[in-house]
């Protein structure tokens, strides 16, 4: 027939969109992951300056160059909480 071995391809990829769909709407906590990515730099730079025994604010050490990854990590972490709360709404509205 037509199609051969890919013939079922588009019902493939409807069910594995399906699948990935279901799992990010019921399994992932998007909040808490977004918040955690948002927070990131800064624990990264806690931690070392810890460990460093520097200032967390001291750039020269390390510690304090973590910080920087914050302009990339805020505006990606509350994008993630945006789109968990969005999602939380409409299950809670929605259904």
């Not at 037509?2 to 699948?19: D, E, Q, R, V």
């Not at 810890?50 to 920087?68: C, H, K, P, Q, V």
Request: aromatic residues 10%; glycine residues 12%.
């Amino acid at each position: 027939g037509h199609g051969g071995i890919f013939a079922n391809t588009p019902n493939l990829i409807n069910l594995k969109c399906t699948c990935l769909y279901s799992f990010f709407m019921k399994r992932v906590p998007l909040i808490r992951i977004g918040l955690l990515i948002a927070l990131l730099p800064i624990l990264l730079a806690f931690s070392t300056s810890l460990l460093n025994g520097t200032s967390i604010f001291d750039e020269g050490s390390g510690s304090g160059a973590y910080l920087w990854l914050l302009m990339l990590t805020v505006p990606i972490g509350l994008l993630l909480v945006v789109i968990g709360l969005l999602v939380k709404l409409l299950r809670r509205f929605g259904s």
